[in-house]
């Protein structure tokens, strides 16, 4: 009997702590949406720029969508020049590389609003693409396996 009483008075006082901790918690959350601190950004956020996002990037991306042939001829034509000349001031190796490195970043293209990336690791709950090949398709395929595959996780 005064083991059961001991443990009512326990855990009354347990669940009062909880109470109060959420208490606690909920005054900070509202203290915090009042005062509307900016979230704490990394050093990182700070000097990131999106260069894509870029004003002559913007118009160029324009430019290719309403007429790609002219814009792709006269991108090249100004490349070519550009090169030339960097390669007359022994500048062409570096030119070639960061040309290349504006190419690959101008062509990354973007993703919808829910559409699923093609690497499963950047999908909600890692969920695959349908038809995707997995190495169980390979194993079973190879090893020539009748078992079912394990089920994709998904909520």
């Not at 509202?30 to 700070?46: A, D, F, G, Q, T």
Request: charged share 25%; proline share 5%; hydrophobic share 45%.
């Amino acid at each position: 009997m005064e083991t059961m009483k001991k443990l009512e008075a326990y855990r009354l006082k347990k669940k009062q702590r909880e109470e109060a901790e959420k208490r606690e918690k909920e005054a900070e959350i509202k203290k915090k949406e009042e005062v509307n601190l900016p979230p704490k950004l990394s050093l990182l956020s700070y000097i990131w720029i999106d260069f894509c996002d870029l004003l002559p990037f913007r118009m160029w991306r324009s430019f290719c969508a309403s007429n790609p042939r002219l814009c792709w001829i006269s991108t090249f034509l100004v490349w070519a020049i550009l090169q030339t000349f960097m390669a007359w001031i022994e500048f062409g190796a570096v030119f070639f590389i960061a040309s290349l490195i504006v190419l690959l970043m101008l062509n990354l293209g973007t993703r919808s609003e829910g559409e699923a990336s093609a690497y499963s690791v950047f999908n909600p709950n890692c969920e695959r693409l349908l038809g995707q090949m997995t190495a169980e398709h390979f194993e079973n395929a190879l090893l020539k396996r009748n078992r079912p595959l394990a089920a994709p996780a998904s909520s």
